[in-house]
T-cell receptor
């Protein structure tokens, strides 16, 4: 059974810093991987989706990579801003692509 | 505006009471999902439905029930058999069968047992 772990559980950085959030998974047969953002008390917003055949995706200041052989994905946030403060969750899907297994999330605080 | 709506936003339940959480989507998605989120934790799958009149148990289905009579609607009932129902409940939808799958989430319902 797929297990997804995110480290660290919480992270506080000063504004402007580049940072990396980590996600590891136990089953290298993961089909695709998504990164989500969750604001307090809100639903999830999909940030990036890395398909099975891809190794990375970029959107603005965000870049996510996927290395199936090592069981790792990273989310890189460039030039962090206070508005980036939120919880970031990664989730891997099975080979049918319709079941997601979530990590516990990293709670990010960017201080002005 | 296309999207997923959940109601109510906050719900309070007394011991021994069943409550139903609503989830509606107008995205024309076939698949719908219910997740539970506890403080500081990720999401765990309760039930999912890939097509009308069909649904499957997820990892933590005990104490919950669902129905899928319409494509747009996937209500979740939290029964008195669920011993620790206080949590944040999230509904999602997607279109399965594609090479790329993306789940869209509703705003959530926070359930508290009094």
């Amino acid at each position: 059974k797929q297990e997804v772990t995110q480290i660290p559980a919480a992270l506080s950085v000063p504004e402007g810093e580049n940072l990396v959030l980590n996600c590891s998974f136990t089953d290298s047969a993961i089909y695709n991987l998504q990164w989500f953002r969750q604001d307090p008390g809100k639903g999830l917003t999909s940030l990036l989706l890395i398909q099975s055949s891809q190794r990375e995706q970029t959107s603005g200041r965000l870049n996510a990579s996927l290395d199936k052989s090592s069981g790792r994905s990273t989310l890189y946030i460039a030039a962090s801003q206070p508005g980036d403060s939120a919880t970031y969750l990664c989730a891997g899907s099975n080979n049918a692509g319709n079941m997601l297994t979530f990590g516990g999330g990293t709670r990010l605080m960017v201080k002005p | 505006d296309g999207g997923i709506t959940q109601s109510p936003k906050y719900l309070f339940r007394k011991e021994g009471q069943n409550v139903t959480l609503s989830c509606e989507q107008n995205l024309n998605h076939d698949a719908m999902y219910w997740y539970r989120q506890d403080p500081g934790q990720g999401l765990r799958l309760i039930y999912y439905s890939q097509i009308v009149n069909d649904f499957q148990k997820g990892d933590i289905a005990e104490g919950y029930s669902v129905s899928r009579e319409k494509k747009e609607s996937f209500p979740l009932t939290v029964t008195s058999a669920q011993k620790n129902p206080t949590a944040f409940y999230l509904c999602a939808s997607s279109t399965p069968g594609l090479a790329v799958m993306r789940q869209f989430f509703g705003p959530g319902t926070r359930l508290t047992v009094l």
